[in-house]
């Protein structure tokens, strides 16, 4: 994406299209919904996202599906 055309935007001179929304947040490695964030406190990196989404779904396993996905990723760290 040319650097005139986003500081057309950020001047107000240009509007987006979803698909120029979709391509920025992927550029700065966040979801689309926190382009509409108008507090850098609650802007994450992908990577946040993704760990607190992985945490998220450890909450809700018992104990006998955490050691079963711990396995999982032993053996994937194994592979690689």
Known sequence: MDYKYLGA????EK???????ERIAKGLGIEI????????KGVQTEEKTTEIKIKDLLNMCGDREKTFLLRIMQGFMELK
């Not at 935007?9 to 107000?12: C, L």
């Not at 919904?33 to 850098?40: A, I, T, V």
Request: proline letters at 0%; aromatic letters at 16%.
């Open 9 to 12: 935007i950020e001047r107000g």
């Open 15 to 21: 509007n987006l299209t979803l698909t120029n929304i």
């Open 33 to 40: 919904y926190q382009l509409f964030l108008f507090s850098l």
